[in-house]
C-alpha cells in the first residue's frame, strides 16, 4: 500500500545525491551507494561543438589531445564556468548512474556546493540540473554535507567543526543545531598545491611539467612533515633552456618548501574562523576536535600540523573523499529531518510584504 506522496514519489522516480566537485563528481543512488566517482573533465570537439568523452575518459586525453579537440574542466573553484558543458556532464553522469533502471519521473537531486556561493551561482547548479533532467534540486552546502557524511551531531546545539578539502576550494566552518555558525571558503586546495608544485619545479629546476605529473608527484611524495626517512621520485619534463626532454628526481623537502605557502595560508584561516566563533562552541571543539575531509586530508602531516598550530585534536575522516557524498545520501534517506540544512529554494521562501 502506498501511504503517502513521498512514498509515491519514491516509486516513480530516483533519488540521487551528487557531490558536484571542480576535481571530481560523485554520485549517489538512494538504495545503492555510490556508484559513480570519475573526474570532473570533458572533452570537446570545437569543429563539431560536439562532447566526445566525459569523466575518466576525457581526463586521459588532458594535453594530449588534436589542436581541435579540448579537454575543459566547467567547474572552477567549486562553481560552473561554463553553463552548456556542465549540463552536458551532469545529464550524462545522470544518465548512467540510471542505466537500466528507468524510471516515470526524473530524478530527486541533492547536490553539494561550496560555502559562500552567491545566489547566482546557486541558481546556475539548479538550471543546469533541471536541464539534465531532474524533476527536483535540492542545493547543500559541502561542509554540512561532508559533516552529516561523517554523522556528526549537526543538528543537536553542540559545536563541531570541519575543513572540506576540495580540488577547487577549501571550506572551513563551524556547525551547530543545523546551521553554518561560522565559514571561511578558500581557493587554496587541491588545484593550487598542483601549480605550486609546477611553479616551484619550474623556477628551481628550470623544467616544465604538466597538471597530471604535480598531482602524481604531490600524492606519491607529498608530506608536510619531514619522515624518518626522505623520499623521493623521478619526474620527466620539458628543459626551458634546451627545449628537449629531461628527468630530473625530486624530494619530499621540494614538495613541501613548494606547498609551504599555501599551507599556511590555510592554518591562518582556520584560526581566524575560530577567533569569531562563540566561545561556548570553541569549547565543544576543543573538547571534540576538528574534522578533515576531501582529498586534501590525506597529505601526510597536514592533521598534525594543524592541530599542533590550533592546540586542538585533529581527526582524518574514513574515506574522507567520498564524506559530501555519503553526506547528500543520508539526507536524500532522512529528508524531512534535514530539510533545514538545504539551502532555501527561492520557490519555497515565504513571499515579501
Same mark, same amino acid.
Given at each position: 500500500?502506498?501511504?503517502?506522496?513521498?512514498?509515491?514519489?519514491?516509486?516513480?522516480?530516483?533519488?540521487?545525491?551528487?557531490?558536484?566537485?571542480?576535481?571530481?563528481?560523485?554520485?549517489?543512488?538512494?538504495?545503492?551507494?555510490?556508484?559513480?566517482?570519475?573526474?570532473?573533465?570533458?572533452?570537446?570537439?570545437?569543429?563539431?561543438?560536439?562532447?566526445?568523452?566525459?569523466?575518466?575518459?576525457?581526463?586521459?586525453?588532458?594535453?594530449?589531445?588534436?589542436?581541435?579537440?579540448?579537454?575543459?574542466?566547467?567547474?572552477?573553484?567549486?562553481?560552473?564556468?561554463?553553463?552548456?558543458?556542465?549540463?552536458?556532464?551532469?545529464?550524462?553522469?545522470?544518465?548512467?548512474?540510471?542505466?537500466?533502471?528507468?524510471?516515470?519521473?526524473?530524478?530527486?537531486?541533492?547536490?553539494?556546493?561550496?560555502?559562500?556561493?552567491?545566489?547566482?551561482?546557486?541558481?546556475?547548479?539548479?538550471?543546469?540540473?533541471?536541464?539534465?533532467?531532474?524533476?527536483?534540486?535540492?542545493?547543500?552546502?559541502?561542509?554540512?554535507?561532508?559533516?552529516?557524511?561523517?554523522?556528526?551531531?549537526?543538528?543537536?546545539?553542540?559545536?563541531?567543526? *570541519?575543513?572540506?578539502?576540495?580540488?577547487?576550494?577549501?571550506? %572551513? +566552518?563551524?556547525?551547530? =543545531?543545523?546551521? /553554518?555558525? @561560522?565559514?571561511?571558503?578558500?581557493?587554496?586546495?587541491?588545484?593550487?598545491?598542483?601549480?605550486?608544485?609546477?611553479?616551484?619545479?619550474?623556477?628551481?629546476?628550470?623544467?616544465?611539467?604538466?597538471?597530471?605529473?604535480?598531482?602524481?608527484?604531490?600524492?606519491?611524495?607529498?608530506?608536510?612533515?619531514?619522515?624518518?626517512?626522505?623520499?623521493?621520485?623521478?619526474?620527466?619534463?620539458?628543459?626551458?633552456?634546451?627545449?628537449?626532454?629531461?628527468?630530473?628526481?625530486?624530494?619530499?623537502?621540494?614538495?613541501?618548501?613548494?606547498?609551504?605557502?599555501?599551507?599556511?595560508?590555510?592554518?591562518?584561516?582556520?584560526?581566524?574562523?575560530?577567533?569569531?566563533?562563540?566561545?561556548?562552541?570553541?569549547?565543544?571543539?576543543?573538547?571534540?576536535?576538528?574534522?578533515?575531509?576531501?582529498?586534501?586530508?590525506?597529505?601526510?602531516?597536514?592533521?598534525?600540523? *594543524?592541530?599542533?598550530?590550533?592546540?586542538?585534536?585533529?581527526? %582524518? +575522516?574514513?574515506?574522507? =573523499?567520498?564524506? /559530501?557524498? @555519503?553526506?547528500?545520501?543520508?539526507?536524500?534517506?532522512?529528508?524531512?529531518?534535514?530539510?533545514?540544512?538545504?539551502?532555501?529554494?527561492?520557490?519555497?521562501?515565504?513571499?515579501?510584504?
Amino acid at each position: 500500500m502506498i501511504k503517502n506522496l513521498e512514498q509515491l514519489k519514491r516509486l516513480i522516480s530516483h533519488d540521487i545525491g551528487i557531490d558536484l566537485g571542480t576535481a571530481n563528481t560523485l554520485v549517489y543512488i538512494r538504495g545503492k551507494g555510490i556508484v559513480i566517482n570519475e573526474p570532473s573533465v570533458v572533452a570537446v570537439n570545437q569543429k563539431t561543438n560536439q562532447v566526445v568523452a566525459v569523466g575518466t575518459d576525457a581526463k586521459n586525453m588532458l594535453g594530449r589531445t588534436p589542436g581541435h579537440i579540448i579537454a575543459v574542466r566547467p567547474l572552477v573553484d567549486g562553481v560552473i564556468s561554463d553553463f552548456e558543458v556542465t549540463e552536458e556532464m551532469i545529464t550524462y553522469f545522470l544518465n548512467k548512474a540510471q542505466t537500466g533502471n528507468r524510471k516515470l519521473l526524473g530524478p530527486r537531486v541533492v547536490v553539494g556546493v561550496p560555502s559562500g556561493i552567491t545566489n547566482v551561482e546557486i541558481r546556475a547548479v539548479r538550471d543546469a540540473c533541471r536541464n539534465a533532467g531532474a524533476s527536483e534540486v535540492h542545493i547543500v552546502e559541502e561542509p554540512m554535507a561532508a559533516a552529516i557524511g561523517l554523522r556528526l551531531p549537526v543538528l543537536e546545539p553542540v559545536g563541531s567543526m *570541519i575543513i572540506d578539502i576540495g580540488g577547487g576550494t577549501s571550506d %572551513i +566552518a563551524v556547525i551547530s =543545531l543545523g546551521g /553554518v555558525v @561560522r565559514s571561511k571558503n578558500l581557493r587554496i586546495a587541491g588545484d593550487k598545491l598542483n601549480n605550486d608544485i609546477i611553479s616551484y619545479i619550474r623556477s628551481e629546476f628550470k623544467i616544465l611539467i604538466g597538471e597530471k605529473t604535480a598531482e602524481n608527484i604531490k600524492i606519491s611524495i607529498g608530506a608536510i612533515v619531514a619522515g624518518q626517512t626522505p623520499l623521493e621520485a623521478p619526474i620527466k619534463g620539458r628543459d626551458l633552456i634546451s627545449g628537449l626532454p629531461r628527468e630530473v628526481v625530486v624530494t619530499d623537502s621540494d614538495i613541501r618548501e613548494a606547498i609551504s605557502q599555501s599551507i599556511n595560508t590555510l592554518i591562518d584561516s582556520t584560526k581566524e574562523v575560530l577567533e569569531t566563533t562563540p566561545p561556548e562552541i570553541v569549547s565543544d571543539v576543543m573538547a571534540r576536535g576538528i574534522y578533515l575531509s576531501g582529498g586534501g586530508a590525506l597529505i601526510v602531516g597536514l592533521a598534525e600540523i *594543524i592541530s599542533e598550530y590550533t592546540k586542538i585534536p585533529v581527526h %582524518i +575522516a574514513s574515506d574522507p =573523499l567520498t564524506a /559530501v557524498c @555519503r553526506g547528500t545520501g543520508i539526507i536524500l534517506e532522512n529528508m524531512e529531518k534535514y530539510k533545514d540544512v538545504l539551502i532555501a529554494n527561492e520557490n519555497d521562501l515565504p513571499p515579501k510584504k
